[in-house]
Nanobody
């Protein structure tokens, strides 16, 4: 059974830090590109950070220099370190895993974890 389970969300003050974790099971994690998305009510889900199976990273402009994505292929876990948090970072954060094989996307989502940044 495929699972992506996020943890680490909560309430934090502006300027603070939070580390999100996403534990994967049921698929070969090390072959998958992993992403963190976020969503606020009434808006589309936004890509925040990505890390390829080779460890290459990319970030949304809004979080560059503040967020860091990383992965531990031995623990089958992807992380999002979030520093210098702002109220506009408040959202539900989702973990995503994707691998394209012969043109077919295998894609999995976590259930999300709420991060609330108070001003």
């Amino acid at each position: 059974q495929v699972q992506l389970v996020e943890s680490g969300g909560g309430l934090v003050q502006s300027g603070g830090s939070v580390r999100l974790s996403c534990a994967a099971s049921g698929f070969t994690f090390r072959f998958f590109d992993m992403r963190w998305y976020r969503q606020v009510p009434g808006k589309e889900r936004e890509l925040v950070a990505a890390i390829t199976s080779f460890g290459l990273t990319d970030y949304a402009d809004s979080v560059k220099g503040r967020f860091t994505i990383s992965r531990d292929n031995f623990k089958n876990t992807v992380y999002l370190q979030m520093n210098s948090l702002k109220p506009e970072d408040t959202a539900v954060y989702f973990c995503n895993g994707r691998r394209t094989i012969s043109g077919h996307d295998n894609e999995y989502w976590g259930q999300g974890t709420q991060v609330t940044v108070s001003s």
